[in-house]
């Protein structure tokens, strides 16, 4: 089993920054992929950025060049780093894992965090 817990969430106003963590326990942390994903009320959960075992990243268009997505293994902590907010960013974020199991062949179970709230002011 794996737990995650988000921090960091926020009001700021438009253009401000902050920095989402997101402190994993359980299981083998170098082994996951790790993302962010967002829900905004009435919408669907979308992802944001990933980071890979080895470190590659992926970010979603709408968030390409703002935000920044890493991890540190040796603190088993993933970050996103968010600049230039704008008030379309306010949404609940989620940390998930996607953790590699072996049964009788190689599935992936994802873990959810509970959410930290983001909230961007004109």
């Known amino acids: 089993q794996v737990q995650l817990v988000e921090s960091g969430g926020g009001m700021v106003q438009a253009g401000g920054s902050l920095r989402l963590s997101c402190a994993a326990s359980?299981?083998?942390?170098?082994?996951?992929?790790y993302g962010w994903y967002r829900q905004a009320p009435g919408k669907q959960r979308d992802l944001v950025a990933s980071v890979s075992r080895g470190g590659v990243t992926n970010y979603a268009d709408f968030v390409k060049g703002r935000f920044t997505i890493s991890r540190d293994n040796a603190k088993n902590t993933v970050y996103l780093q968010m600049d230039s907010l704008k008030p379309e960013d306010t949404a609940v974020y989620y940390c998930?894992?996607?953790?590699?199991?072996?049964?009788?062949?190689?599935?992936?179970?994802?873990?959810w965090g509970q959410g930290t709230q983001v909230t961007v002011s004109a």
């Open positions: 998930n894992a996607k953790v590699p199991v072996f049964m009788t062949s190689w599935q992936v179970n994802d873990y």
């Open positions: 359980g299981g083998t942390f170098g082994r996951n992929v």
